[in-house]
């Protein structure tokens, strides 16, 4: 039989890989990103218990929607003042994914690039403004991105405090 510390033990572990996962996929769009990190918090806290456990629970989800909601809505106003609207960028996604299995790994970006480029260019009917709303559309996501990802830093940070609180107070 399994004592309860060893399954305590497996549990943090598959939450810390799901935070990889997570954190992996704030960068890498096509993995659920946030997302999968207050998720893994919550089972985390549900499997563990204790007070650590719900406090790292209830400041992983306060990051994170603070997190998803500053990337998108920052990301959308700046794409609304460059008057980009989304379905490039939803163009790109599908690209991305497109790019992803034809060239592994490197053709994520790549295909996230082509394929709003040529979105954008298609759009504008004019490949030099193409290339123009390109960037801007790409500092915004990378902004979002950013803003995002450091957030869900935070939380790894808080999960880990957690982590060291519940283990050795228990």
């Known amino acids: 039989m399994v004592d ?3 399954v305590q033990i497996i549990v943090t572990v598959l939450a ?3 935070y ?8 890498v769009p096509v993995l659920p990103g946030t997302i999968t990190i207050v998720i893994a918090t919550l089972v985390w806290a549900i499997l563990i218990g204790g007070w650590p456990a719900w406090v790292a629970f209830g400041i992983v ?6 997190g998803m909601t500053a990337s998108y809505v920052l990301t959308g106003r700046r794409l609304h003042a460059a008057e980009v609207p989304m379905w490039p960028v ?3 996604i599908a690209a991305a994914v ?3 299995f034809v060239i592994p790994f490197l053709g994520l970006p790549i295909g996230f690039l082509a394929g709003l480029y040529v979105a954008e260019s298609l759009r504008l009917k004019d490949w030099r403004k193409g290339l123009d709303n ?6 915004a996501l990378g902004t979002g991105i950013l803003i995002e990802f450091s957030l869900a830093v935070l939380s790894t940070f808080t999960f880990a405090i957690a982590v060291i609180v519940h283990f050795v107070t228990a």
Do not use: D, E, Q, R
């Open 134 to 139: 390109t960037w801007i559309a790409l500092k």
């Open 98 to 100: 497109v790019g992803f």
């Open 61 to 66: 989800l306060l990051l994170g929607a603070a």
């Open 16 to 18: 810390g890989l799901a």
């Open 90 to 92: 939803y163009v790109a």
């Open 4 to 6: 309860s510390l060893t």
């Open 20 to 27: 990889a996962v997570g954190l992996t996929g704030i960068i």
